[in-house]
């Protein structure tokens, strides 16, 4: 157990939709990254928050956004979802930059 | 672009025989490398890292080489076990515009056979 906690583990919606996912760091970690891994593209950095502030931004859609809140927890929202973005969402925690990064165990998003 | 390459997707090894997995990486800017583990339908372990000032780092069966000349790192596992069957990844993080978010290899599927 990373000590990451996402929710929730699966998530089935349509085309068009909007989703919510929800990661908790380790307790003490200010870093959290989220990460994206489909079939075709592996595992794909998508933003880094550091402590409430958007740290690092990577290949990551306009339809995409995430926030971290004062708690430490974050959120990535993705909206008008498309076939393409069923995949797997992890998110990571990390106390400094560069260091370890430990991942939660994912959430897997199905669009149909 | 992919700036962390595994070119081996799969190995094979019998149980009791060391595991050599190879990862490949082309920006200079990297300084930090990781190797993690992953079981289908769980998130990616950490197992060990190596940081460029050094070129080994020894973690009970698992060992990981770096050669900043080559851009070449490799994850070394003595003795294999059947538990050790999963998918590793080589990630990648440096300075500049690389601190903080990882770059990962495709992964390679390894499997330890009794």
Known sequence: DSGVTQTPKHLITATGQRVTLRCSPRSGDLSVYWYQQSLDQGLQFLIQYYNGEERAKGNILERFSAQQFPDLHSELNLSSLELGDSALYFCASSDLAPDTQYFGPGTRLTVL | DQQVKQNSPSLSVQEGRISILNCDYTNSMFD???????????????????????????????????????????LHIVPSQPGDSAVYFCAASGRGSTLGRLYFGRGTQLTVWP
């Open chain 2, 32 to 74: 930090y490398f990781l190797w993690y583990k992953k079981y289908p339908a769980e998130g990616p372990t950490f197992l060990i890292s190596i940081s460029s000032i050094k070129d080994k780092n020894e973690d009970g069966r698992f060992t990981v080489f770096l050669n900043k000349s080559a851009k070449h790192l490799s």
